[in-house]
C-alpha cells in the first residue's frame, strides 16, 4: 500500500513538468560568433592531428579565413537591418542582436584579424639553426633557459597553439559587448579572459618577463572577476533576475508579477548599488582605468609585443562595449547615482595617465599609460548619457583599434641583439636611419595625441561634444588639459627621432614580410581616412548607436 502511495506520489508530482521546450536559437544571427569558435576548436584539433612543420601554414590560414568569413557575416546582418529595424534580443533573452553589438564586433572582428597577420610574422628574428622564428616561446611548457627549451629551439618548434588561443579570446569577445543578461556577460569574460592570459607568458625573449606578467595579470584578473561576480549576485537578490530588461524595470520600478520568495530582498537599494558598483568594478579594471589600472604597464610591458598591440585593441573595444549596454540598458534609472562617480574616475584616468607616461623610459610603458589615458577620454563619451555618447564612443573605439595596432607592430620591426629595442634611448635618431618606419610611428603618434587629420582627433572631437552637450563641459576642460600633457610625451618621442643623433651601436630596423607590413599599411590608411574624411564613418557609428531593450 505504501509502495503504491509513494509511485502516485512521484507521477503526480512529474506530471507538471512532463514538456521541457527545447532551445529557439537564431543561429544565423549569432554566425560571426559560432565561425570563431568554431574555428577556434578547429584550431585545436588542428594542433593535435596536422603534422607539426605544416601546422604554421594551416593555423593562419585558418585563423585569418575565419575572421575574415565571420566580419562578412556582421556586414551581412548590418544590411539585413539588424543593426536598426530588426535589431532584437535573440537566443532566448541572452544575446542582443542589435547595432552597437554589430558595430563593435565588426571592429573587434578586423582588430582579430590584424592580430593573426602580426601573430605570423616570422622574418624580424634572425633565424635559429636554420629555421625562421615568430615572437613566441619555442615550447612554451619548458622551463626557461633549461635544457628542454634549447633543444626544443634547436629543433625549430613553434607554439601554433597562439592562433586558436586568439580565436577563443575574440569568440569571448564577440560575446561580450552583446551580452544581454549578466551570466552571459560573465561567461563571456572569462571566455576572453583566459587565453589572454596565456598568450600574455609565451614571449620568445625575455621570459621571465612574461611569465611574471601573465601571473600579475591573471592574479588581478581573478580578483576583478571575483567582484563582477559578487556583484552580479547582489544584482540578482536585488531584481530576482539576471535579464538586463527585468533588472532595468525592477530599477525603474515598472514591473508588474513579482516572485514571492524574492519579495522580500526586492527592491533592495543597498544590493542594487552595491551590485551594480562591483559590476562596473570588474568592467573599468577590463578597460584599464584609474584606479583598477595596475595591471597595465608591466603586462603591456611584459607580453610578446603582437599579443599587447591585439589586447590593447580588442579588450578595450569589448570592455567599452559592455560597460555602454550595462550602463545605458540596466542602469539608466540610476543616472544620477553613477554620472558623479564615472565622471570622477574618468578625471583622475585622463589625468593619471597623462601624467605619469611623462616619466616613462620604455615605449610599450609608454603606450601603455597612453592607453590608460585614452580610456578616460572614452569615459567622457560614456557620460554624456545620449545617442550622441554612444555613437562617439563607438566611433574612437574603431578609430584608436587601428591605431595601437599599428604603433605596436611598428615597436616590433626595431631590433637589437636582445631582441626588441623597447628602450627609448635606442629610438634617438631613428628617423635618420629608417626614415619611413619613424614617420608612420610619428602619425600613429600624432593620431594618439589628436592632432587634427587623424582619426584620434575626429575620434576626440566627437567625444568631447558629446561630454559638453551632455553638461560635462568640466570633464572637457580636464580632457583639453590631459590632451595637452599627452601631446608634449608624444612629439617628445617624435622629436627624439628625428632631431637626435643615431648612435653608433643603435638598433637595426627589420624588414617584416607582408603580414606586418599588411597591418601597419592598414593601421596608417584608416588613420589617415578617418582624419580627412570621418563622415560617413561618424554617420555609420550614429546609425549604430541605438541599443535594443
Given at each position: 500500500?505504501?509502495?503504491?502511495?509513494?509511485?502516485?506520489?512521484?507521477?503526480?508530482?512529474?506530471?507538471?513538468?512532463?514538456?521541457?521546450?527545447?532551445?529557439?536559437?537564431?543561429?544565423?544571427?549569432?554566425?560571426?560568433?559560432?565561425?570563431?569558435?568554431?574555428?577556434?576548436?578547429?584550431?585545436?584539433?588542428?594542433?593535435?592531428?596536422?603534422?607539426?612543420?605544416?601546422?604554421?601554414?594551416?593555423?593562419?590560414?585558418?585563423?585569418?579565413?575565419?575572421?575574415?568569413?565571420?566580419?562578412?557575416?556582421?556586414?551581412?546582418?548590418?544590411?539585413?537591418?539588424?543593426?536598426?529595424?530588426?535589431?532584437?534580443?535573440?537566443?532566448?533573452?541572452?544575446?542582443?542582436?542589435?547595432?552597437?553589438?554589430?558595430?563593435?564586433?565588426?571592429?573587434?572582428?578586423?582588430?582579430?584579424?590584424?592580430?593573426?597577420?602580426?601573430?605570423?610574422?616570422?622574418?624580424?628574428?634572425?633565424?635559429?639553426?636554420?629555421?625562421?622564428?615568430?615572437?613566441?616561446?619555442?615550447?612554451?611548457?619548458?622551463?626557461?633557459?633549461?635544457?628542454?627549451?634549447?633543444?626544443?629551439?634547436?629543433?625549430?618548434?613553434?607554439?601554433?597553439?597562439?592562433?586558436?588561443?586568439?580565436?577563443?579570446?575574440?569568440?569571448?569577445?564577440?560575446?561580450?559587448?552583446?551580452?544581454?543578461?549578466?551570466?552571459?556577460?560573465?561567461?563571456?569574460?572569462?571566455?576572453?579572459?583566459?587565453?589572454?592570459?596565456?598568450?600574455?607568458?609565451?614571449?620568445?625573449?625575455?621570459?621571465?618577463?612574461?611569465?611574471?606578467?601573465?601571473?600579475?595579470?591573471?592574479?588581478?584578473?581573478?580578483?576583478?572577476?571575483?567582484?563582477?561576480?559578487?556583484?552580479?549576485?547582489?544584482?540578482?537578490?536585488?531584481?530576482?533576475?539576471?535579464?538586463?530588461?527585468?533588472?532595468?524595470?525592477?530599477?525603474?520600478?515598472?514591473?508588474?508579477?513579482?516572485?514571492?520568495?524574492?519579495?522580500?530582498?526586492?527592491?533592495?537599494?543597498?544590493?542594487?548599488?552595491?551590485?551594480?558598483?562591483?559590476?562596473?568594478?570588474?568592467?573599468?579594471?577590463?578597460?584599464?582605468?584609474?584606479?583598477?589600472?595596475?595591471?597595465?604597464?608591466?603586462?603591456?610591458?611584459?607580453?610578446?609585443?603582437?599579443?599587447?598591440?591585439?589586447?590593447?585593441?580588442?579588450?578595450?573595444?569589448?570592455?567599452?562595449?559592455?560597460?555602454?549596454?550595462?550602463?545605458?540598458?540596466?542602469?539608466?534609472?540610476?543616472?544620477?547615482?553613477?554620472?558623479?562617480?564615472?565622471?570622477?574616475?574618468?578625471?583622475?584616468?585622463?589625468?593619471?595617465?597623462?601624467?605619469?607616461?611623462?616619466?616613462?623610459?620604455?615605449?610599450?610603458?609608454?603606450?601603455?599609460?597612453?592607453?590608460?589615458?585614452?580610456?578616460?577620454?572614452?569615459?567622457?563619451?560614456?557620460?554624456?548619457?545620449?545617442?550622441?555618447?554612444?555613437?562617439?564612443?563607438?566611433?574612437?573605439?574603431?578609430?584608436?583599434?587601428?591605431?595601437t595596432i599599428g604603433a605596436f607592430a611598428v615597436v616590433t620591426l626595431v631590433r637589437d641583439a636582445g631582441g626588441e629595442a623597447t628602450h627609448l634611448s635606442k629610438w634617438a635618431g631613428l628617423g635618420r636611419r629608417s626614415p619611413l618606419v619613424a614617420a608612420v610611428f610619428a602619425v600613429f603618434l600624432l593620431a594618439f595625441a589628436g592632432i587634427?587629420?587623424?582619426?584620434?582627433?575626429?575620434?576626440?572631437?566627437?567625444?568631447?561634444?558629446?561630454?559638453?552637450?551632455?553638461?560635462?563641459?568640466?570633464?572637457?576642460?580636464?580632457?583639453?588639459?590631459?590632451?595637452?600633457?599627452?601631446?608634449?610625451?608624444?612629439?617628445?618621442?617624435?622629436?627624439?627621432?628625428?632631431?637626435?643623433?643615431?648612435?653608433?651601436?643603435?638598433?637595426?630596423?627589420?624588414?617584416?614580410?607582408?603580414?606586418?607590413?599588411?597591418?601597419?599599411?592598414?593601421?596608417?590608411?584608416?588613420?589617415?581616412?578617418?582624419?580627412?574624411?570621418?563622415?560617413?564613418?561618424?554617420?555609420?557609428?550614429?546609425?549604430?548607436?541605438?541599443?535594443?531593450?
Amino acid at each position: 500500500m505504501s509502495a503504491v502511495a509513494v509511485h502516485s506520489l512521484w507521477t503526480t508530482a512529474a506530471d507538471p513538468i512532463s514538456k521541457i521546450d527545447a532551445p529557439k536559437i537564431e543561429y544565423g544571427q549569432l554566425s560571426p560568433t559560432l565561425i570563431v569558435i568554431g574555428a577556434a576548436i578547429v584550431g585545436v584539433l588542428i594542433e593535435a592531428f596536422v603534422p607539426r612543420k605544416s601546422r604554421y601554414v594551416v593555423q593562419v590560414f585558418v585563423s585569418a579565413f575565419a575572421l575574415a568569413a565571420a566580419f562578412a557575416a556582421v556586414v551581412a546582418l548590418a544590411a539585413g537591418g539588424y543593426g536598426t529595424t530588426k535589431a532584437h534580443i535573440a537566443a532566448m533573452g541572452a544575446i542582443a542582436v542589435d547595432g552597437p553589438a554589430l558595430f563593435l564586433q565588426g571592429t573587434i572582428l578586423l582588430a582579430g584579424l590584424l592580430g593573426v597577420f602580426t601573430f605570423a610574422e616570422r622574418r624580424l628574428d634572425p633565424e635559429a639553426h636554420g629555421k625562421r622564428v615568430d615572437s613566441f616561446a619555442a615550447q612554451a611548457a619548458s622551463v626557461p633557459g633549461s635544457d628542454s627549451e634549447k633543444a626544443a629551439v634547436k629543433a625549430g618548434f613553434t607554439t601554433t597553439e597562439v592562433f586558436p588561443l586568439l580565436l577563443f579570446a575574440v569568440g569571448g569577445m564577440l560575446i561580450f559587448p552583446a551580452a544581454n543578461d549578466l551570466l552571459t556577460l560573465f561567461i563571456a569574460l572569462e571566455v576572453f579572459s583566459l587565453p589572454l592570459y596565456l598568450l600574455c607568458a609565451v614571449a620568445r625573449r625575455k621570459r621571465l618577463m612574461s611569465q611574471e606578467a601573465a601571473v600579475k595579470y591573471f592574479l588581478l584578473g581573478a580578483f576583478a572577476s571575483a567582484f563582477t561576480l559578487f556583484g552580479i549576485a547582489l544584482l540578482y537578490g536585488y531584481a530576482g533576475s539576471v535579464s538586463y530588461a527585468t533588472i532595468a524595470q525592477v530599477v525603474d520600478g515598472t514591473i508588474q508579477s513579482v516572485d514571492p520568495a524574492l519579495a522580500d530582498t526586492m527592491g533592495n537599494d543597498a544590493l542594487l548599488l552595491i551590485g551594480a558598483a562591483m559590476v562596473v568594478m570588474g568592467l573599468l579594471f577590463k578597460v584599464g582605468a584609474v584606479p583598477f589600472h595596475m595591471w597595465t604597464p608591466d603586462v603591456y610591458q611584459g607580453a610578446p609585443t603582437p599579443v599587447t598591440g591585439f589586447m590593447a585593441a580588442a579588450t578595450k573595444v569589448a570592455a567599452f562595449g559592455a560597460l555602454l549596454r550595462l550602463l545605458y540598458v540596466v542602469l539608466p534609472g540610476l543616472r544620477w547615482d553613477w554620472r558623479p562617480v564615472m565622471m570622477a574616475v574618468a578625471v583622475v584616468t585622463m589625468l593619471g595617465g597623462a601624467i605619469v607616461a611623462i616619466t616613462q623610459t620604455d615605449i610599450k610603458r609608454l603606450l601603455a599609460y597612453s592607453s590608460i589615458a585614452h580610456a578616460g577620454f572614452l569615459l567622457a563619451g560614456v557620460i554624456a548619457t545620449s545617442p550622441d555618447g554612444v555613437s562617439s564612443v563607438l566611433f574612437y573605439l574603431g578609430a584608436y583599434s587601428f591605431v595601437t595596432i599599428g604603433a605596436f607592430a611598428v615597436v616590433t620591426l626595431v631590433r637589437d641583439a636582445g631582441g626588441e629595442a623597447t628602450h627609448l634611448s635606442k629610438w634617438a635618431g631613428l628617423g635618420r636611419r629608417s626614415p619611413l618606419v619613424a614617420a608612420v610611428f610619428a602619425v600613429f603618434l600624432l593620431a594618439f595625441a589628436g592632432i587634427p587629420l587623424t582619426s584620434g582627433f575626429a575620434g576626440k572631437f566627437a567625444v568631447f561634444k558629446a561630454a559638453a552637450e551632455g553638461g560635462a563641459g568640466a570633464l572637457v576642460v580636464v580632457g583639453v588639459i590631459s590632451s595637452a600633457i599627452a601631446a608634449f610625451f608624444y612629439i617628445r618621442v617624435i622629436v627624439l627621432m628625428f632631431f637626435s643623433e643615431p648612435r653608433a651601436d643603435g638598433p637595426t630596423v627589420a624588414v617584416p614580410s607582408p603580414l606586418t607590413m599588411t597591418a601597419i599599411a592598414v593601421g596608417v590608411a584608416v588613420t589617415l581616412v578617418l582624419g580627412v574624411a570621418p563622415q560617413y564613418f561618424l554617420d555609420l557609428a550614429g546609425q549604430a548607436g541605438v541599443f535594443v531593450r
